[in-house]
């Protein structure tokens, strides 16, 4: 009789060996895909003060205040400072993400766990300090602070100040 199979112990041998070698390189793979992740999110948040930044500059100095043109887009600065959405950086095009919802409209999903990040607020406070540089000369060095706001899975203040 021809006997050209494997045997019981011989498969038992190889699952065995297979198990072992996924037990020991998943944690090296779940570990690198949490990094990438992690990376992939620190990125986003400094392209969100990125963008948050020129949105302000381009409401002080640019037509974005004009309600006319840009509609709900539109800002307005109030003492020094700006109130909006993670969704009003997309879809006015300074933040830049590649997803849309069912309307239509730009979303900003946290690399992370793939939430929806774009309800959330942030402020942004322009200030102006005049400082003095080794040559005696003043010159206004400005600043922007992004604050967050308060609601659940968005970014904290301490990110965005990083």
Do not use: H, R, W
Not at 45 to 60: D, G, L, M
Not at 85 to 104: E, Q, R
Request: glycine share 4%.
């Amino acid at each position: 009789m021809n006997k050209k199979g494997f045997t019981l112990i011989e498969l038992l041998a190889v699952i065995i060996l297979v198990a072992l070698i996924g037990v020991l390189v998943m944690p090296t793979v779940i570990n690198t895909t949490n990094q990438t992740k992690q990376k992939s999110y620190d990125i986003l948040i400094k392209n969100i003060v990125t963008s948050a930044q020129t949105y302000y500059e381009e409401c002080e100095y640019g037509d974005l205040s004009n309600n006319t043109k840009y509609g709900s887009y539109a800002c307005n600065i109030n003492n020094n400072t700006i109130t909006i959405t993670l969704g009003t950086l997309a879809n006015t095009g300074f933040l830049s993400v590649k997803d849309v919802d069912s309307n239509n409209k730009k979303k900003v999903l946290n690399p992370k766990n793939n939430y929806d990040i774009s309800e959330c607020n942030i402020t942004i406070t322009k200030t102006k300090n005049e400082v003095t540089d080794e040559n005696g000369i003043k010159n206004n060095k400005v600043t922007y602070t992004i604050t967050a706001g308060t609601q659940n899975n968005c970014p904290t203040t301490e990110e965005y100040q990083k």
